[in-house]
């Protein structure tokens, strides 16, 4: 009697079948990840800035005078934050007084990759610190949660 070892040529080709599956889904799901993990970085820029916002306009009844003009310095002189440009270039920070209670603030995105650079993500707030309202250009599913 003669015993043989080892694995079919159909047996392995359905394991290397089964784990190039796995693997393209795998890739997939960690590029959401990823991308998710760079714009949240981008989201609590945004929120401490509004939190810092919030307080100057608590303790002065006004908004800075420039923040519209030169957001970015206002955060950094004003506020003491610097905000970063890893994935959001200087430029690239916006804000707007849509009157005297309410505020928004707004990064373009860069260099996270296809399908979300180019798109911005807006944060709205009262001066009250009230709730605030994540909107933008972002696909939904890299949208923060209100």
């Known amino acids: ?3 043989t070892r080892g694995f079919t040529l159909i047996e392995v080709m359905i394991v290397v079948a089964i784990i190039g599956i796995l ?3 795998g890739i997939t799901v960690y590029d959401q ?5 760079k714009v949240s970085e981008l989201a609590d820029a945004l929120g401490a800035a509004m939190t810092a916002a919030q307080s100057h306009h608590s303790d002065t009844a006004t908004w800075p005078a420039d923040i519209s003009d030169n957001f970015y310095a206002v955060c950094q002189n004003t506020f003491g934050i610097t905000l970063p440009t890893t994935y959001c270039v200087q430029a690239a920070w916006d804000c707007a007084v849509a009157d005297a209670n309410t505020l928004s603030l707004q990064s373009t995105i860069s260099n996270i990759g296809p399908g979300i650079d180019g798109t911005t993500l807006t944060l709205t707030s009262g001066a009250d610190g009230g709730s605030r309202i994540w909107s933008g250009t972002i696909p939904i599913k890299y949208m923060p949660k209100n």
């Open 1 to 3: 009697m003669k015993t």
């Open 23 to 25: 693997a393209t889904i």
């Open 33 to 37: 990840y990823t991308k998710k993990t």
